[in-house]
């Protein structure tokens, strides 16, 4: 169990693609950025929180909600896509933990706003299953496109 938890640590920390990479050295961290999708705006990060909820309701996704936290620097707002759930159950209902809703993180960084979503491809790495590829491929640019919209 140790190497495995290692391993996925391991992958998660260098990189995720559609197949599984071999375990790179720690040295190769600053791939990490490949599991994170990043924008910059000038919105303030309320607005941008008010945009991603007001997204999701025009699309009738769920809004989970958002949290402050770090000393109210860092915004953490969740939403769901039903479609995505609906691909990704029937591999178990326990996936329902990581299901990919759409994790955003809302900051503040060098005078500007910044949006950091997990790209959906990370619960490929944790449980690899067909459903999961399938649910992960359909939420990706759900997502994205969230993203890019909100930082306009």
């Known amino acids: 169990m140790k190497a495995y938890c ?8 260098t990189g995720c693609a559609s197949t599984p990479a071999p375990v790179r ?23 941008v929180v008010e945009a991603i909820a007001a997204y999701a ?11 402050k936290v770090k000393q109210d620097q860092v915004t953490l707002v969740k939403i769901c896509i ?13 996936l329902s933990a990581m299901l990919p809703c759409g994790n955003f993180g809302v900051y503040r960084k060098d005078g500007r706003t910044e949006i950091s979503l997990l ?11 067909p459903a999961v590829e399938k649910a992960s491929a359909t939420a990706a640019p759900l997502l994205i496109q969230l993203l890019d919209t909100v930082a306009q």
């Open 57 to 67: 309701a025009a699309k009738k996704w769920p809004y989970l909600g958002a949290d």
């Open 82 to 94: 039903p479609e995505v759930g609906q691909q990704l159950w029937p591999a178990g209902l326990h």
């Open 25 to 47: 050295p720690a040295a190769a961290a600053t791939q990490s950025r490949d599991i994170f999708v990043i924008r910059s705006t000038d919105k303030s990060p309320d607005a």
């Open 6 to 13: 290692g391993a996925l640590l391991a992958a998660l920390v």
């Open 119 to 129: 790209h959906p491809r990370y619960m490929q790495l944790l449980y690899p299953d």
